[in-house]
């Protein structure tokens, strides 16, 4: 690793994901981020929530700790990238990180990266329907030869969010009081119980067929309780995620509609290079359930004559789903293409970041 | 603020020559073991084990009602072994607060019920929240503090524990000193 | 009160400091040491106590489980080697060999502990649980863990220190069947 | 009683705006203004492990990826440190120490070759959950700080490939551009850029896929990795349906993210993490770019290089006591002030600026600021921003009577110390109550607004006070202190509203 630092540059950049749920932290050119941790900007996992901290103050807060607790690196003339859904990412939450970074920290660049374009620089492909599933929502987008086709982009609020209300909803419902299930014990009963079912007995419980449930599970809460985490909990609180109902809404079709709007001679191919990232996309099944559940449909009556595919193929990133994006950041970030930057004597001559709406040459472009 | 002023009844303390305030009901096991520099206070209940081993604090320390100062021990081949206890100045010490470390440096504030593993080293100027629970052989750095929740935080130039901790504490105990005084009647 | 007092039976060579409160009807095995200010309360039925426990200060022994019937108090038994550290709280219905109650830990009524468990310091356990044999009680969330590998020994080597320190120190009251 | 949050009755106005008790803040000697660690600037001073107390270098902590070698988390509980444990195992003597042995002995090697020694093996145990480096299969070792097996990362030598791939891809484009533009091929079409921006560079796999035939194939093009696709898909074991699941077995998200790469699911993977260090951080003011705060390298030193807290230059106010507080009726509170200072300094107290003014002075601040920066702004220095200024969230309930007089308090002098007697000079005007040595104690009228039971009662005011700077060096003289007049703004907490009908 020294070696690429030396050529490179001396100081590594420091490469984040700020997740709507866990942040990935790290440096460029590593195989794996050196801390994950949770988001503590509250207006990012909920952007109307009214807190007492402005999204400034809690920006600075939170990369104090990022620069001074965990990467221990004075933030100083470093470079940064972020790995970020450009799409999903509110412009006034990119535009506060851009101020406190420069202004606050006084960083020498910021890189803003697509999240699902450098996911694909993991496997060393350039073509791929990438779908990541984390926590607030499910966003898929195409990427072919190397261009994101953003007229087939999906998303849909299914991600551990909704996870984490279904299993709450239906432990209520079960007996337990409200005030023992925090968020951090649902994601603890989701993480260490759950799990996505396989498409036949999901197929069976929809139809109220009777099948032999899995074992309950005994939890206990905080020592001061213990609950039964009901064997039909474990195995169908995922199912959130496949919903069968009108809409057609649920994660096998919202990635079909992906591919679906994509001309016609690239649906092949991305459906043989489906990328699965995120977090919720560590769930223990849900690779081997979503290639079931694609299969059935792209035979089924309705795809068949429109879709023109025949399988779906899945990737497996170097890393674990969760900061498989975050990589594909350190990879991009470890080249010289850093220098595509934003540096901060541009920011501050014009203080506005470029996005897809908005593009200023200027400002990314260093002469040359 | 500044500190009210705390009054005790004087057939409850003893005060030693050098100006140690010692409230009769505590339980100063081996008090041949134990030395209090001056000017400390240890109040109601508070016990301290100078039986298991030798018990060392410096001026100004404030050990708070119910307090148990206990010598860490440690486990060796052949036996077990009570190591000596080292307090330094200016340190509080909260109340119901169980201390096995084996060191704990000066300018040291402990919440209340806290709980200091045995053989833990206390730096100082650190700050112990109340109601945390330090696992044994835990080393606290200069300037950190460890919170209720488990966490070790801080560091210099932070503000969870004042830059200015020296000062602070040498007032804070000092004024607690001058500030418990007999009631009179 | 003291018609309680008198029910308190300590085995002979068990160390019990004067100065701990002992109420009710408890019986001290051979071998344990009992640390000063500790409380053992035998409120609602008879607490026995196991050889080689050791029972450090303000550690709480209390047994209030209401019995089922008046004539059949629920008898709060402890087996051999257990430490209650300082400050904990035990209100177990049943305890076991070998467990350690760390600092200020609190067991209430419903729970029964078997053996070899740790409940660290400051670890809350109520709610109708019945630890597996091993089990260590750690953390702000009372995670639990299976212990593995134990490190034991030192129990047994710390109390044959106390049995020689402690009466040079204390007033130990006597032995009495 | 409890000092850490009584002391937020009293607060200072940052010259940022914000709130802050006084032992928080900084005094910039420079430009005599009061700091605090959010208008400031932090810098990483010094490495150092906090279990093991030993600094390290920030060379060598950046090649260790910010982790102590000796020390290691318990990745079980994540907040207790592992320590090591000491046992003794019989091992069969090895060669060395038969050697030995046949020295102090006359036995032959062939009748010692079955004898056994004590041998001390260590194994890392945490107290606190009773985790052990057994328990994942870790082997004892010989040495008690070193040689503890690292955890292999199993993507390591995929990524490395990749890594290498696109660097190399990379830096084979930016000499492709290099030689067009020797060439003077203008290439460019106006699209290229768009797509440049958003990832991989399109034009470098266009290149390498065949698709842009114009540039010859230059020498060194970096060998294509071949794709990692499958149809086979881990498929979710029949077990889960049957068999019960054990939860203590199972890692909860906490203690798969103490190993990112990893992440292990089963407790039987939970390896010992070497420890994140510290740092010791420098703070630095963005107005002069002096240091405020710079501490020494020694991680259990509690001193500083450089140490400018407010508390030892602006005068200190706390609240003595405070009469009962009723709407609109007027009562006394008594406040301490202590001139930390070894100058005497005259103290005036005034009113707080209105909204218009606090605006104006804020104005006033950034002027100066940009002014500073203009002058001072050298060509390769580049320009510090302050952050901006703000103005203060906290409204006084209560309106103040201002004392009709200024006042001294004296210099402070440590001799005085043990000194209680207590001074009452004539000449103070009515209001001060007592002095003693530094400190003095005042009484002044305050007048809640119209406020409801319980509500927080809050007072502000100016306080204007004579600075006086002590030469840095001894090489300058005497005469070159200087007396400035400055200002601080104090708002006091000093209760909430009494339920007079229960009185």
């Not at chain 1, 004075?74 to 999903?88: G, L, Q, Y």
């Not at chain 1, 699965?276 to 795809?303: A, P, Q, V, W």
């Not at chain 3, 100065?19 to 051979?30: A, F, K, L």
């Not at chain 4, 420890?275 to 107005?287: A, D, E, G, V």
Request: a neutral charge.
């Amino acid at each position: 690793m020294p070696l690429f630092e030396t050529v490179f540059q001396e100081k590594p950049a420091i490469v984040m994901e700020i997740g709507s749920a866990y942040t990935k932290i790290g440096f460029c050119g590593e195989a794996h981020p050196r801390f994950i941790l949770p988001t503590e900007i509250e207006s990012i996992r909920d952007v109307l929530k009214k807190t007492e901290k402005n999204l400034y103050d809690q920006a600075v807060d939170f990369f104090n700790k990022i620069f001074f607790d965990y990467l221990l690196v004075s933030p100083k003339d470093r470079k940064v990238s972020f790995v970020e859904s450009t799409i999903t990412t509110p412009t006034l939450i990119r535009e506060s990180f851009a101020k406190v970074l420069f202004h606050h920290f006084e960083v020498a660049s910021i890189l803003f990266l697509p999240l699902h374009l450098v996911s694909l620089s993991t496997l060393a492909i350039d073509t791929a329907l990438v779908v990541d599933i984390g926590y607030k929502e499910a966003v898929i987008l195409p990427v072919f030869n190397g261009v994101q086709i953003l007229k087939a982009w999906q998303a849909q609020p299914l991600g551990g969010e909704s996870i984490h209300d279904g299993i709450k909803a239906s432990l209520i419902l079960n007996g337990v009081k409200d005030e023992i299930l925090s968020e951090r014990v649902i994601e603890d009963i989701k993480v260490r119980t759950c799990f996505v079912t396989k498409q036949a007995r999901a197929v069976a419980h929809r139809n109220n067929e009777s099948i032999q449930p899995c074992p309950d599970v005994d939890y206990p809460v905080d020592g001061s309780d213990v609950i039964k985490i009901p064997g039909n909990l474990r195995e169908f609180a995922l199912e959130v995620l496949f919903p069968e109902d009108n809409d057609y809404l649920g994660l096998p079709y919202i990635i079909i509609d992906a591919i679906i709007k994509c001309p016609v001679d690239s649906r092949k191919e991305l459906a043989e290079n489906i990328l699965l990232i995120g977090g919720t996309s560590s769930m223990m099944g849900i690779k081997s359930r979503l290639r079931d559940e694609l299969r059935t449909l792209i035979k089924s009556e309705f795809y068949m004559d429109r879709l023109y595919i025949d399988d779906v193929k899945f990737h497996n990133a170097p890393s674990k789903p969760n900061f498989t994006g975050w990589l594909g950041g350190s990879i991009y970030s470890a080249t010289d293409l850093i220098s595509n930057s934003i540096t901060r004597e541009n920011y501050l001559k014009h203080p506005k970041i470029p996005d897809w709406i908005f593009y200023d040459g200027s400002s990314t472009r260093n002469q040359g | 603020m500044e500190i009210c002023d705390t009054y005790y009844s004087k057939d409850e303390f003893v005060e030693t020559a050098s100006g140690n305030k010692v409230n009769r009901q505590t339980v100063l096991c081996g008090s041949q073991n134990i030395v209090l520099h001056g000017k400390v206070i240890v109040d109601k209940g508070a016990i301290i084990r100078g039986d298991l081993a030798n018990v060392r604090t410096g001026r100004y320390c404030i050990i708070s009602k119910n307090a148990v100062i206990r010598p860490p021990f440690k486990q060796f081949s052949k036996g077990v072994a009570f190591f000596p206890l080292h307090i330094g100045d200016h340190v509080y010490i909260g109340e119901n607060s169980v201390i096995s470390a084996a060191s704990i440096g000066s300018y040291v504030y402990i919440g209340k019920n806290a709980v200091i593993g045995r053989r833990c080293v206390i730096k100082d100027c650190s700050i112990i929240e109340d109601g945390a629970i330090l696992p044994p052989e835990t080393t606290l750095a200069s300037f950190m503090k460890f919170t209720k929740e488990g966490k070790i935080e801080g560091g210099q130039g932070t503000e969870s524990v004042p830059p200015a901790m020296l000062d602070l504490m040498v007032d804070f105990t000092k004024s607690f000193y001058e500030h418990f005084i007999p009631s009179t009647h | 009160m003291s018609r309680n007092e008198n029910k308190v039976k300590i085995m002979p060579k068990a160390i019990v400091c004067e100065d701990c409160i002992i109420q009710g009807d408890v019986t001290i095995s051979s071998g344990c040491v009992v640390h000063p200010s500790a409380q053992i309360i035998a409120e609602t039925g008879p607490i026995v106590i196991g050889e080689n426990c050791i029972i450090e200060e303000y550690a709480k022994i209390h047994n209030r489980i209401q019995p089922e019937s008046p004539d059949k108090p629920h008898i709060l038994t402890i087996g051999p080697n257990n430490i209650f550290e300082v400050g904990s709280v035990i209100e177990a219905s049943k305890i076991g060999e070998k467990n350690i109650f760390e600092c200020k830990s609190f067991v209430s009524s419903d729970v029964e502990v078997s053996n070899g468990c740790v409940i660290c310091a400051g670890c809350h356990l109520s709610g109708g649980q019945h630890l597996l044999e091993n089990t260590v009680i750690f953390g702000k969330h009372c995670q639990q863990r299976e212990a593995l590998d134990r490190i034991s020994g030192s129990h047994m080597l710390q109390l044959d220190f106390l049995r020689k320190i402690l009466p040079n120190y204390h007033h130990l009251r006597k032995a009495k069947q | 009683m409890d000092f850490l949050i009584s002391q937020n009755y009293v607060n200072y106005v940052c010259q940022c705006g914000l709130l802050k008790p006084l032992t928080n803040l900084y005094f910039c000697r420079h430009c005599l203004n009061l700091r605090c660690s959010f208008c400031c600037h932090h810098e990483v001073d010094s490495h150092f492990c906090r279990n093991c107390l030993e600094n390290i270098p920030s060379s060598e902590a950046k090649l260790r990826k910010n982790k102590c070698n000796s020390c290691f988390d318990c990745p079980s509980c994540s907040f207790s440190v592992l320590s090591a444990r000491a046992t003794t195992i019989q091992v069969p003597m090895t060669v060395k120490e038969k050697q030995e042995g046949e020295e102090s002995s006359t036995t032959t090697s062939e009748a010692s070759s079955g004898k056994m020694v004590a041998k001390k093996m260590y194994y890392l145990a945490c107290l606190a959950c009773r985790y052990s480096s057994r328990d994942v299969g870790i082997s004892d070792q010989a040495s008690q700080n070193f040689c503890w097996p690292e955890q292999e990362y199993m993507h390591a030598n995929r990524f490395n490939t990749i890594l290498n791939y696109y660097q190399a891809l990379v830096l084979h484009d930016k000499q492709v551009k290099q030689d067009e533009k020797r060439r003077k091929t203008t290439n460019k079409s106006k699209f290229q850029s768009m797509t440049d921006r958003t990832g991989l560079n399109v034009s470098a796999i266009r290149r390498q896929m065949g698709f842009d035939k114009t540039v010859s194939k230059p020498k060194n093009k970096p060998a294509s990795i071949l794709p990692s696709m499958t149809e086979e898909v881990e498929e979710l074991s029949e077990d889960i349906f049957t068999k019960p699941i054990n939860l203590k077995n199972i890692t909860t998200i906490e203690q798969r993210f103490t190993q990112p790469a990893n992440q292990p699911e089963s407790v039987k993977h939970l390896y010992p993490q070497h420890k994140n260090l510290s740092i010791k951080r420098s703070i630095r003011c963005r107005h002069c770019e002096h240091n405020v705060i710079k501490p020494e390298y020694n991680p259990t030193s509690i001193k500083y290089r450089i140490q400018q807290f407010a508390s030892s230059h602006v005068p200190e106010v706390r609240i003595i006591k405070c009469y009962p507080l009723m709407p609109n009726k007027s009562a006394f509170i008594t406040l301490k002030l202590t001139n930390p200072t070894m100058n005497d300094m005259t103290i005036t107290i005034m009113e707080l600026p209105t909204d218009d003014e606090e605006v104006m002075m804020i104005d006033e601040m950034k002027k100066n600021f940009e002014s500073l920066t203009v002058s001072s702004k050298s060509s390769l220095m580049r320009p510090s921003l302050i952050e901006d200024p703000r103005i203060v969230s906290c409204k006084p309930t209560a309106k103040l009577e201002l004392p009709d007089s200024s006042f001294v308090i004296n210099q402070r002098d440590d001799s005085a110390e043990f000194d209680d007697e207590i001074q009452t000079d004539k000449k103070d005007p009515k209001f001060v109550i007592w002095r003693k040595a530094n400190k003095i104690a005042i009484e002044l009228s305050i007048t809640p607004n119209d406020l409801k039971v319980n509500d927080e009662v809050i007072v502000g005011f100016t306080m204007h006070y004579t600075y006086s700077t002590v030469p840095s060096t001894t090489a300058e003289k005497k005469d070159s202190q200087q007396r400035h007049a400055l200002n601080a703004r104090v708002y006091l907490n000093v209760g909430n509203i009494v339920d007079y009908s229960t009185k």
